[in-house]
């Protein structure tokens, strides 16, 4: 009788006495002579494979000391129990080893590159260079069979929800998402062109006028930006959209899929999310993706710095900005040193400097101490709510850079005063985010989400007079600093979609020509229509507990847009070019 393959890593103690068959790769091989050690290894794991000349045929244990790292074996034997003093709590086939009686070369290997272990000292770019290898390593595999089920159950929670998975197109026209498009040549139509979309944004919203009423995808998105750390060209979105909803039952459907999701990495998450305004989520942590693992609270000195003739507040306040303070319990052991980094970390995130208060023993120290009066200095320390041993950063600034600096701050600070309890994950929904944003460049208004996000009724009067004022009916989820989506209830009527545009400054023309489409279905009987987007790579990150969000991406890019496995973006064939339409260039002299 042949025996059927047996998953190696789901051994066990049971198992002892069975005949097995295993294939998979050698992970290492120990050679003692009489006696050697392989380590098999296949997608379930590891187990011992004990080649020994004194009770296996001659022919494995010759086999077997041929055997190198990376080959890939079948192997027949016996499951027996490890001796006293051999069993191997680190792995959990550790309590057996297998007995070989045959071994068999399916493919050999080279030697690798780097040795395929979860601890390795290979480079990033070495791993990416041989992904294959490195997807061998066992955390590898480990974060994409949670990423397959988080996907998976994300599918299931949506499905029985009744929405419907719906595929949209990859080759498109273009999707505003504030990012550049990935273009792709027509051969057909000469001298037109395919973006790839930045999301399923304007397709989704079609699928509700369609009739559809609940759609998702795990859609794939493509946006042509810089490369901060960790972005990717290519990204893997939960895209939803629900016809009639209020913010409501998108935060609902999303909870209940992120309960789930997280719950395949035994990460408990309670709902519902706390909520907060976009304002509040400003006032209090200078950030509109805030950690909430730790309080820390910013707070609004201006009131107390008005009048102070202190030349700093003046300015700011003078010119339409404000004076926030972080008060740091604890916090005035810091050292003068720490502190001007803290000055210069502000100052990289645009504030003109950093003002700092220490009390100490019923003593305050600052360097703007003698530029204040003591009534004065009381004032801001007790709207601060200082005491003793506290040290208070201040900021007088634009708004805009005093919530940046202070928002970095208040991390930098947590951190430092182990604040950040590693094991929480902090849910939120951060609301009500204005509608448009100013370009001081272009002098412009532009969409913060994207020009389909619905204003809020109440707001609608003042969209022409105070563009600015306006608040968008969008939300976004976050965890732990993290933005992990964010969507909105659309405009679902074409006199406020067109009026939206004018104040983008899409004249009529242009947004016929770019969104006509939407323009037209609108006329069409459009329902009340919202949805929102989650970055699949993003949780997948998160719940793997992931570094990088290149670990739980198969092929991923590095930071300059390189596949360094197939060395994309690589030349292509001048006949390729020249059926595009395009002349190839020209080779370069020598
Ligand atoms: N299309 C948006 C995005 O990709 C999400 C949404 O508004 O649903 O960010």
Same mark, same amino acid.
């Not at 023993?361 to 009066?373: D, M, N």
């Given at each position: ?21 295993l ?13 050697i ?40 034997g016996?499951?027996?129990p ?5 069993r ?5 086939t ?8 045959r071994?068999?070369f ?21 791993r ?10 066992p ?14 159950r ?19 026209r ?22 790839l ?13 369609s ?6 995808q795990i ?20 895209? !939803? ?7 409501? @039952?998108?935060?609902? $459907? /999303? ?5 789930? *999701? =997280? %719950? ?23 950030t ?43 916090g ?23 003002l ?13 101490k003698?530029?204040l ?7 801001? !320390? ?7 041993? @506290?040290?208070?950063? $201040? /900021? ?5 850079? *005093? =919530? %940046?600096?202070?928002?970095?701050l ?29 370009d ?8 913060m ?25 969008a ?35 242009e ?8 323009l037209?279905?609108l006329?069409?009987?459009?329902p009340p ?9 993003r949780?997948?990150?998160? *719940?793997?507990?992931a ?7 198969a ?26 339409g ?9």
């Amino acid at each position: 009788m042949t025996l059927a393959r047996q998953p190696a890593g789901a051994l066990r103690d049971a198992d002892a006495g069975k005949k097995v068959l295993l294939k998979g790769w050698v992970a290492r091989r120990r050679d003692l002579g009489e006696l050697i050690f392989l380590t098999l290894r296949d997608r379930s794991g590891l187990v011992q494979v004990v080649f020994d000349r004194a009770r296996c045929p001659t022919a494995a244990v010759d086999a077997a000391s041929d055997a190198r790292s990376e080959d890939v074996v079948a192997i027949e034997g016996q499951v027996v129990p490890r001796a006293e003093g051999q069993r191997n709590r680190d792995l959990a086939t550790g309590e057996i080893e297998v007995l070989a009686s045959r071994l068999e070369f399916l493919a050999r290997s080279e030697t690798p590159p780097f040795t395929v272990e979860d601890r390795t000292n290979a480079t990033e770019e070495l791993r990416l260079e041989y992904r294959y290898l490195d997807l061998r390593r066992p955390v590898m595999q480990k974060n994409f069979v949670l990423r397959d089920e988080i996907a998976f159950r994300v599918r299931k929670v949506l499905h029985e929800r009744g929405f419907l998975e719906v595929e949209t197109p990859m080759l498109t026209r273009s999707t505003p998402e504030g990012a550049r498009d990935f273009l792709v040549p027509s051969r057909v139509h000469r001298g037109q062109w395919y973006a790839l979309p930045q999301s399923p944004q304007l397709f989704k919203q079609i699928l509700m006028m369609s009739g559809f009423e609940r759609y998702f995808q795990i859609a794939r998105c493509f946006r042509d930006e810089d490369l901060r750390a960790d972005r990717q060209f290519e990204f893997t979105q939960i895209d !939803l959209e629900l016809s009639f909803p209020t913010e409501e @039952d998108v935060f609902d $459907v /999303v909870e209940a899929f992120l309960v789930e *999701a =997280f %719950a395949a990495a035994n990460i408990p998450v309670t709902r519902p999310f706390p909520r907060l305004t976009f304002r509040e989520a400003m006032d209090r942590y200078g950030t509109d993706r805030p950690d909430l693992r730790y309080d820390l609270e910013l707070c609004d000195l201006s009131a107390a710095a008005a009048g102070t003739g202190f030349a700093p507040f003046e300015k700011a306040l003078g010119s339409g900005g404000t004076v926030r303070g972080l008060r740091v319990p604890g916090g005035a052991p810091f050292s003068r040193k720490r502190l001007d980094e803290l000055t210069e970390k502000a100052r990289e995130h645009g504030a003109g400097g950093l003002l700092w208060f220490k009390k100490a023993a019923g003593e305050v120290t600052s360097p703007a101490k003698k530029a204040l009066t003591s009534p004065q200095l009381e004032g801001l !320390l007790s709207r601060a709510g200082v005491e003793d041993g @506290d040290l208070l950063l $201040v /900021v007088a600034d634009k708004e805009k850079a *005093a =919530f %940046a600096a202070l928002a970095q701050l208040r991390a930098e600070a947590a951190r430092e005063l182990k604040l950040v309890d590693e094991s929480r994950y902090a849910f939120c929904w951060v609301t009500e985010f204005p509608l448009l944003g100013f370009d001081e460049e272009t002098r412009k208004w532009f969409p913060m989400n994207h020009p389909f996000t619905g204003p809020r009724e109440e707001d609608l009067e003042r969209l022409e007079s105070d563009p600015g004022s306006v608040r968008a009916r969008a939300y976004d989820v976050v965890v732990n600093g993290w933005e992990l989506g964010s969507g909105s209830i659309r405009i679902h009527r074409g006199d406020l979609q067109e009026r939206v545009f004018r104040v983008l400054g899409i004249g009529e023309a242009e947004g016929r020509e770019r969104f006509g489409f939407l323009l037209e279905a609108l006329k069409y009987g459009a329902p009340p229509h919202g949805g929102i987007a989650l970055g699949l790579d993003r949780i997948c990150a998160i *719940a793997a507990g992931a570094t990088s969000l290149r670990d739980v991406i198969a092929f991923p890019k590095t930071t300059s847009g390189i596949d360094l496995m197939t060395k994309a973006p690589a030349a292509v064939f001048p006949e390729q070019l020249r059926e595009l339409g395009f002349e190839p260039p020209k080779p370069r002299e020598r």
